[in-house]
């Protein structure tokens, strides 16, 4: 059987630049490919992939209906670069999940929710 190497969004975007800005301050996410088009970022080994959207339909209809989950093995880390940022985006402060997992919570500039967690007993 084949096995997976790698899971990537494919997110839609208004402002490409806008978007990678947005990855790439705030996540710490680095260009990996670009252009006006069709862009992808990376970390760690993990990409997304972000495509200009082909017009306002497109963003009307995924605006506050997508979403990321990121997890990671340092969420206090990202928290202490994210938290400071809460003026300029729509962020929900570290919580406990009944499913195991801390997490916080932000929208990108295409109101894309991204979940970022970690195992609660390993944080």
């Not at 760690?44 to 082909?54: N, S, Y």
């Not at 963003?59 to 997890?71: F, K, P, S």
Request: negative net charge; charged residues 25%; contains cysteine.
């Amino acid at each position: 059987m084949t096995t997976i190497k790698r899971i990537s969004p494919m997110l839609a975007v208004a402002d490409m630049a806008e978007s990678i800005a947005f990855y790439g301050d705030v996540l710490g996410f680095a260009v990996q490919m670009q252009s006006a088009e069709y862009s992808i970022v990376a970390r760690d080994g993990a990409t997304i992939h972000l495509m200009k959207a082909a017009d306002e339909k497109v963003l009307e209809c995924v605006r506050g209906h997508t979403e990321i989950y990121i997890e990671v093995d340092d969420l206090s880390a990202l928290w202490k670069h994210v938290e400071p940022l809460k003026d300029r985006y729509k962020i929900r402060g570290l919580i406990d999940q009944p499913y195991g997992m801390t997490e916080f919570h932000i929208c990108d500039p295409n109101d894309c929710l991204v979940f970022v967690g970690q195992t609660t007993n390993s944080k």
